[in-house]
């Protein structure tokens, strides 16, 4: 079978190798991939960015979706033609997290799931909802779990007001499942035309803020007092702007660090006091995390956005990634 691997650290040397066709061993099922979905970290990862002693070679990506096509002996739950998602952390079923569960996490500390077929444990993959194409269900393990818990750190009412930053596919997937729980959404941008796109998804208003730098100011006219959530992907540049956007009280779900990581003299400390803010960091979530949000897709008849690309551009999806040019999940369908 045909896999992408990281032989050597740089996007450009990803290599497009014929590996064996795995076996499914007891507990485990063989999933024919479908589609996979590329975030930020597989970039990272590729780069040697995220993690300079990752054994290699390494297939990378977390996301994929795909069907069951063989299942190994003592599985029970599985049957050849289930459509399924492989689980961000292969070991975190439930519960708080804790060191052991947040290992085995597909693409970095075992291989991904940029491949033909994977062999995964019966625990590790999810049923995907009925109404989703492989494309649309392959955006889903890692940054639509990772939006999903933002949005559990605030308890949420009707009418609060959440703060999205950028287009890409954890901010939009926050903003529709802020959407579904009644909140008001805002959001900012380099790009008038991805506002645009976002407000066709139920964005309330947006502010580019290549125009208007004080976008915190905006937040709290727009909201009265601040707001209630921010999902705070941008990490050292936005994080003292956030602080300043948030009501008192309020919660920061701390997601990304697309502006790399946050020195700890830019750390404003009076400003969090002052508001009293809940700083949550969130790393995607647990197996019945996932379970759960799909049920409220499924009801919602929620579809995820992006954009798909042909098996063959790993390479190309990488480096459309890096340029921040996309809007949503990029996806990758296996042909």
């Known amino acids: 079978m045909k896999v992408w691997q990281i032989g050597a650290f740089g996007v450009e040397k990803l290599e497009f190798v014929d590996r064996p066709m795995p076996e499914p061993g007891p507990g485990q099922v063989l999933v024919k991939i479908h589609a996979i979905s590329f975030n930020f970290r597989d970039l990272m990862m590729a780069k040697g960015v995220y993690n300079p002693k990752l ?32 689980i961000f952390m292969q070991n975190w079923i439930d519960g708080e ?13 075992v291989d991904g799931v940029l491949a033909e077929y994977v062999a995964l444990d019966e625990k590790g993959v999810v049923e995907i909802p009925e109404h989703l194409s492989y494309q649309e269900a392959a ?65 309330d208003a947006g502010l580019n803020y290549k125009n208007v730098p004080e976008w915190d100011h905006w937040v709290v006219e727009e909201s009265g ?25 309020g919660t920061i779900a701390q997601i990304g660090v697309l502006t790399g990581p946050t020195p700890a003299e830019m750390l404003p400390i009076p400003t969090l006091l002052h508001k009293m803010a809940r700083i949550h960091g969130i790393y995607v979530g647990s197996r019945q995390d996932f379970v759960e949000m799909n049920k409220a897709i499924s009801l919602a008849h929620l579809r995820p956005v992006g954009e798909d690309f042909p098996w063959t551009h790993a390479r190309e999806v990488l480096a459309r990634m890096e340029t921040g040019g996309h809007f949503g999940k990029l996806v990758m369908t296996v042909a």
């Open 225 to 249: 007092e601040g707001a209630d959530l921010i999902v705070e992907v941008g990490g050292a540049d936005t994080l003292p702007r956030s602080l300043r956007a948030l009501r008192v009280g």
């Open 55 to 86: 054994k290699l070679p390494r297939i990378p990506c977390s996301d994929g979706a795909g069907e069951v096509t063989a299942v190994g002996p003592g599985v029970t739950q599985w049957k050849p033609g289930h459509r399924v998602a492989g």
């Open 139 to 203: 955006t889903l393990p890692c940054a639509a779990v990772t939006a999903w818990n933002a949005l559990a750190t605030a308890n949420l009412v009707p009418g609060a007001t959440v703060l999205i930053q950028g287009t890409g596919g954890v901010s939009l997937f926050a903003l529709q499942f802020a959407r579904l729980k009644g909140a008001r959404v805002l959001g900012i941008s380099s790009s008038d035309e991805k506002l645009q796109r976002a407000a066709e998804l139920g964005l």
């Open 97 to 109: 997290p804790t060191l052991q569960k947040i290992k085995g996490a597909l693409g970095g500390d």
